[in-house]
């Protein structure tokens, strides 16, 4: 079955940008008319949808962060990623990944991003 | 964009108990509308998908109903292990596929 998993760095610095990757296993993520999205939370409240990409490149982002966000997918790696710019402490949160379709399922294990100088 | 009204935020029952958490759309949404559970430190879990229709391999006492701007989600006979946190989500109306606030569930 598909598996997906966060990868990137816990630390980013304030005004940096965060990039985070998300690996597909058990699958291709060409197969299926899928979306891959990203959603985060931060410490103690509720999910927060980033945006997502199909892979023919087609996005669609949360406007709250629609200036900010970038989601880009590579086909030959099984992967799909995310660069958050201009962060503030306001983007801590742990970070999910999950394949969309009539529901966002299944979901990585989630990743901890702290912006901190 | 949608909003979504979850209640309530949190809840306190028994074990045996029905209990019940709504979530209401600030327009018609048909029936676009999926339910998930999340225990700490983990990922959310679907559970419910297109208001009523139970996600594989996930127990039968867990039910959702509504379509258009009202939904119910239910747990027939309340269990130790389902103490978590559930949300609600409309995927009916881009830009964003919005979460309802969550309610926490705790066993009394």
């Known amino acids: 079955q598909v598996q997906l998993q966060e990868s990137g760095p816990g630390l980013v610095k304030p005004s940096q940008t965060l990039s985070l990757t998300c690996t597909v296993s058990?699958?291709?993520?060409?197969?299926?008319?899928?979306?891959w999205s990203w959603i985060r939370q931060p410490a103690g409240k509720g999910l927060e949808w980033i945006g997502r990409i199909y892979t023919s490149g087609s996005t669609n982002y949360n406007p709250s962060l629609k200036s900010r966000v970038t989601i880009s997918v590579d086909t030959s790696k099984n992967q799909f990623s995310l660069k958050l710019s201009s962060v503030t402490a306001a983007d801590t949160a742990v970070y999910y990944c999950?394949?969309?379709?009539?529901?966002?399922?299944?979901w990585g294990q989630g990743t901890l991003v702290t912006v901190s100088s | 964009d949608i909003q979504m009204t979850q209640s309530p935020s949190s809840l306190s029952a028994s074990v045996g108990d029905r209990v019940t958490i709504t979530c209401q759309a600030s327009q018609d949404i048909s029936n676009y509308l999926n339910w998930y559970q999340q225990k700490p430190g983990k990922a959310p879990k679907l559970l419910i998908y297109d208001a009523s229709n139970l996600e594989t391999g996930v127990p039968s006492r867990f039910s959702g109903s509504g379509s258009g701007t009202d939904f119910t989600f239910t747990i027939s006979s309340l269990q130790p292990e389902d103490i978590a946190t559930y949300y609600c989500q409309q995927y009916d109306n881009l830009p964003q596929y919005t979460f309802g606030q969550g309610t926490k569930l705790e066993i009394k």
């Open positions: 058990g699958g291709s993520i060409s197969s299926g008319s899928y979306y």
């Open positions: 999950a394949r969309d379709g009539r529901a966002s399922d299944p």
